[in-house]
């Protein structure tokens, strides 16, 4: 945790979802001060048709990107407003994405709810104190 995903129209080069994945552990690491090794990211290519959403009632459905964000319970809706921003900036410079078609979506979750065998166990608890 926190766990990245985003569900795309594909294909994409592997290097540029490479480059992506990259940039998104970075500025999300460096924006919510956390640990990057705690990041994953997935890059979902749903292929053509797999993804849409009616823009406007009474329009026709267009296809769409959507980033789901799972992560630590209790950030700032200013905060997590900010990393959106960055994110979906990201998806439209690396992977030229539509800014009008990108939507972002958080699932918080506490510290025992995310396992790293690797890092100690649960995550530690985030709090307003420590940022």
Known sequence: MPYLQL???GP?????????????????????SIDIRRISVAIRELGEGGLWRIPSA???????SVTMLD???????????????????LCVDVLG??????N???TQHSGDE???PTLG?????????EH
């Open 114 to 116: 995310m396992y790293h």
């Open 12 to 32: 994409h080069a592997p290097s540029a979802k490479k480059r992506l994945s990259e940039a998104m552990a970075r500025t999300y690491a460096d924006m919510m």
């Open 7 to 9: 569900d795309v129209i």
């Open 71 to 89: 992560i630590r319970r209790g950030r700032p809706p200013e905060l997590r407003m900010e990393v959106a921003k960055a994110l979906c900036a």
């Open 104 to 106: 972002v979506e958080f």
């Open 121 to 129: 166990g649960y995550s530690p608890e985030w709090t307003l104190d």
């Open 97 to 102: 994405l539509a800014e009008d078609r990108l």
């Open 58 to 64: 009474g329009g026709e459905a267009v296809p769409v």
